[in-house]
């Protein structure tokens, strides 16, 4: 399925903002992780965002969709592409953005 | 150097912090350091449970624990490791509970226990069907209470090793970039497994054999790496895990025709059988036609939606986001895929290596309790057990020794070869090698190894390395900089993938997760009882053999 993507990118240098348009060919079973994953292996290697488990139990790919809380390796994409649209992404709220996609999540200063 | 302790422990799963706990309690300075979150460990998707003999459901008692555990690994665990862990099993599980896990109960309130495979008894405790989800958190609030310092998304690149000693650890520092050195008195290993070898894993992304490779690179010998584990009920087509516990409640596994095929591979444990006996059932069903696009059905129907709801929960969900299927109303697609790596890093029953002052434990250690074939709910039993002798055994050495000591040119070493790496912009990026390295050990050294295959695949990865020292990173920035650590794992991994076709060629014998149908399709003590090490010398994998510690069980023929 052909599936496109606005990402909100951070650039934690020089502190710039931009909302980014992606397009990227991907397999029908593929949620929103596996299709950042395609971003950023064969597009941008640069965007930057957490992810472990992959099955909804460690939380690391938390951020947001259209303004929602979602765990990236939950949401499957095919029906939102099926619907024609493109969903916005950006950082999870409430904390500050290191860059990308990835919150502040520590207790580290 | 950044900092100093005495116990600086690598990875923040179950291993890890139960390490950290006790090194602390017994008096010790002591930090973690962890490429993620502590509680994003892979620990915290395990899902059945953790075996004591509690003796709850039935007569139970740590003999039989062991027994089981022996058989299960094919007579190549070592069987002094075995015994300590169960025998020590019930009072660390009892300990979990004192700290707060809340375990599932018995009707008279004691710890519920489940069957399991290759259980003799009812012997697995559990928290419905997050259990480890529940152990992760506990252990994280007991390291909060401590208030142990965590060096949280700081990526553990290379071992610091001055004087025949480990002294501590060179990482690149995530948020702010950087790499920093942590010197330690002692250092322990607790970075899990590898299954992102395979492209069909239960594995997080996270889980890249770094701790192996660190010491593997260190001089210090792995074991018994041919050892890979295949879950026989993963989901296609990434290899998410559906519970070996759905089997334990008792679901039945059917092929194309609706039989209970594991009639004729383990008729008097049927579903309950071992892991590697089961995969290996399902693997043959599929290739003889009777599968489902590749799978055979996990089938939980009977149970009722009750029961499903209240104890396989999670499962439930999985099955529902992954694979479209409710399983109160349809029965799962599943089929084999990478799990656990039995093999590790050589330890001794304190978690010690070769090598002063690295230790390890859990999923990336080999001390060895599962051998060949380790049976589900004893990998969570062995994190807590051997985590805890790891972490007061660094504890009791490194508050009798007083100095660390890194020089300068190991961190200018560690600099420079950085700099080599992130000033390269000519080349390929890591991510096909990745793809390639992941889809052909699933083909070439997974369920069933032929010869011809280990061969090529042995030429492959050697492909692949020869690749990798080009390999293009392409975010320059220090900031959350995941295209570099992304690249370091793969380096981890290659050299795995090494060490175990080297492995996988020698043992040529079919025992445990080990299966030769084609050439040596039979178990061999005559000359194969025995573990195989793994030393890295001239940037290459050289084989060596070490035997297997016998108490009281003599090798019997096993069936289930």
């Known amino acids: ?109 | 150097m950044e900092a100093k302790h005495d116990v600086l422990i690598v990875g923040a799963g179950c291993a890890g912090m139960r390490a950290a706990i006790e090194a602390f309690d017994a008096g010790a300075d002591v930090a973690l350091l962890s490429k993620i979150h502590p509680v994003r460990s892979h620990s915290g998707a395990a899902e059945g449970g953790i075996n004591a003999a509690l003796g709850n459901a039935s007569e139970d008692d740590p003999e039989k624990h062991a027994f089981d555990t022996v058989k299960g690994s094919d007579y190549l665990g070592d069987q002094d490791a075995i015994e300590v862990l169960c025998n020590e099993a019930p009072d660390d599980v009892y300990q979990l509970e004192h700290w707060g896990a809340v375990f599932s109960r018995t009707e008279d309130g004691r710890i519920a226990q489940r069957p399991f495979g290759a259980a003799g008894e009812p012997r697995t405790a559990y928290a419905a069907d997050i259990t480890g989800h529940v152990l992760v958190h506990v252990l994280y609030e007991q390291v909060m209470k401590r208030d142990i310092q965590t060096y949280e998304e700081y990526f553990a690149w290379q071992l610091v090793i001055n004087d025949d000693r480990c002294q501590g650890v060179i990482a690149w520092d995530l948020l702010n970039g950087g790499l920093k050195t942590i010197g330690a008195k002692t250092v322990i290993l607790a970075t899990g497994g590898a299954g992102r070898l395979y492209v069909g894993t239960t594995n997080a992304y996270a889980c890249t054999g770094d701790g192996m490779t660190m010491a593997l690179r260190a001089g210090v010998p792995l074991k018994d790496m041919e050892m890979m584990q295949f879950h026989p009920t993963t989901l296609a087509p990434t290899g998410i895990l559906i519970t070996e516990g759905t089997r334990g409640e008792g679901a039945y596994l059917l092929n194309s025709e609706g039989d209970r095929f594991l009639e004729r591979y383990a008729p008097n444990a049927m579903e309950l059988a071992s892991r590697d006996v089961i995969s290996r059932a399902e693997q043959t069903e599929i290739d003889e036609g009777r599968g489902v696009d590749g799978n055979v059905l996990l089938d939980m129907r009977h149970l009722g939606a009750e029961k499903i709801i209240e104890r396989l929960h999670g499962t439930r969900e999985l099955a529902m986001t992954y694979a479209g299927v409710d399983p109160i109303h349809d029965p799962i697609p599943v089929r084999p895929g990478a799990h656990y790596h039995m093999g590790g890093v050589d330890t001794d029953l304190d978690g010690r290596t070769e090598l002063e002052g690295l230790y390890a434990a859990g999923e990336c250690a080999c001390v060895s309790v599962h051998g060949a074939n380790r049976l589900g709910g004893n990998a969570l039993m062995e994190t807590i057990t051997y985590g805890k002798r790891a972490g007061r055994h660094a504890a009791d050495w490194a508050l009798t020794h007083t100095t660390i000591e890194v020089p300068e040119s190991v961190e200018a070493d560690a600099e420079r070869d950085l700099k080599i790496l992130l000033d390269r912009t000519d080349g390929e990026r890591p991510w096909s090698i990745r793809n390639e390295l992941a889809e052909t050990m699933h083909e070439n050294f997974g369920v069933f190894r032929k010869e011809d295959q280990m061969r090529e695949q042995g030429e492959i990865v050697s492909g692949l390395r020869e690749r990798y020292e080009h390999v293009v990173v392409e975010d320059k920035g220090d900031v959350f900089n995941n295209d570099l650590t992304q690249a370091l794992e793969l380096g981890f991994l290659l050299e795995l993938a090494q060490c175990m076709v080297v492995c996988g060629l020698a043992r040529k014998e079919s025992r445990g997760a080990h299966a030769r149908p084609y050439d040596y399709p039979d178990r061999d003590d005559e000359n194969y009882l025995r573990h195989t090490l793994v030393r890295w010398i001239a940037e290459a994998p050289v084989l060596d053999w070490k035997p297997v510690t016998m108490t009281k069980w003599q090798p019997m023929e096993r069936t289930y």
């Open chain 1, 1 to 109: 399925m052909h599936v496109a993507l606005k990402i909100w990118r951070y650039d934690a240098d020089s502190g710039d903002r931009e909302l980014r348009d992606y397009e990227i060919e991907a397999p029908e079973w593929a949620c929103l992780l596996d299709v950042l994953d395609l971003i950023k292996d064969q597009q941008d290697g640069t965007l930057a965002y957490r992810k472990s488990c992959r099955m909804m139990i460690c939380g690391s790919c938390g951020m947001r969709m259209d303004g929602r809380a979602v765990l990236a390796c939950k949401e499957r994409m095919l029906p939102i592409v099926e619907r024609g649209h493109v969903p916005v992404i950006s950082a999870m709220g409430n904390m500050p953005i290191v860059k990308d996609r990835s919150s502040r999540s520590s207790r580290r200063t």
